[in-house]
């Protein structure tokens, strides 16, 4: 983590403050301020993007409540990690419409980059398990599943949040079920009793967009409904990769990823894409081969953020250069993965020029900043 690095380098302010010191009290003050400044630069990029991916509120099973036999086994949510990191959700929690619909994860429940974990109903022992109603559908360290009986989704309706253990809310949707007939854009995923489970239908996302804190944006327009399929991904995926510019993710039926593009994100939850009118053209990536590789530079011109991707497996050094138009050096970078970002929002409105080497191969690319 960038704050850890940090605090590395120049000592830990908290254990000047944990012991007597004979520090002088402005010298106190400059690792306070230093130790808050870590603590912005550090949340300005999120490193987890977990998301509520399908919503399976309306079991064949449901209906079993007239008969007093087990009934809305079946019911479930599943979860997936759109990020590159593993996120621990100690502390976070699941929760429906109701104040006491609240499902808090066992302080041992981690999610790998790019793993699935499905939250199920599971009636008072009953030894239900999702495999009995979906063929199949077994658990695995990818593919966790995990039995509750703090949630009964209602076929009527019903919010669904998904908040950290900072109490912040990464991601919600309000899905409509059997009420609000004449809602635009309402969403349902009816399923008739006795119908065959993998023949039923539920609510799974299209696509995700995420704020720069990593919370997902609700949109009832990212969602449809389909035929089950847990343990798939369907979705496409805008992830941050600095402020202002994003990555999107692409996947087919089969949980393949397609597409991967640099995208413009707006600066507020509200003006995610940003729109450009017709005499302000949205910015096309500007793309060159070098070698058997494509580099892609977005977006340009630019007001700071820039990204510089490079595509296939990075296996030997590949430098990334900023000169400025004089020639001098303003940074330089090793890449590591295939999007390198780049600041320059403190940097004279010009021309600039970013130089990749790999394999002995260089090209150059003419950056405006505006």
Known sequence: MKFMQLITSVGNPFSMMSKPTNLPACRIKNYIT?????????????????????????????????TRVPYSNGEYVELYNAGIETVNLNGWVLRGGGSTELYYFPSNTTMAPKTYLIVAYQYLNSGFTLDQLFSGLFASPNHQIQYQRKILWSNSGEPVYLRDNY?????????????????PNRLSADNADGLAGNSCVCLQRKTAVF???????????EWATAIVNPFHQIASFILPVLPGVGISYAYDLAGNRINRKLVTLGSTITHVKKQYSITEPEPTPVEEKLGDRKITIYPNPTNGALA????????????????????NMLQYKIADSDITPFEMASYPTGWYIVRVIAEGKATEFKIIKQ
Do not use: R, W
Not at 167 to 183: F, R
């Open 308 to 327: 510089v991707g490079i595509s296939g497996e990075i296996l030997d050094k590949i430098s990334i250069t900023l000169y400025s138009a004089q020639g």
């Open 211 to 221: 704020t720069n804190d990593g919370c997902a944006i609700p949109n009832n327009l």
């Open 167 to 183: 109490g912040l809310t990464k991601d919600s949707i309000y899905y409509d079920g059997t009420s609000s007939k004449t809602k």
């Open 34 to 66: 230093l130790f808050c400044l870590f603590i912005v630069i550090n949340s300005l990029h999120a490193t987890n993007f977990v998301i509520i991916n399908k919503i399976m509120y309306d079991t064949p099973l449901n209906e079993q409540i007239a």
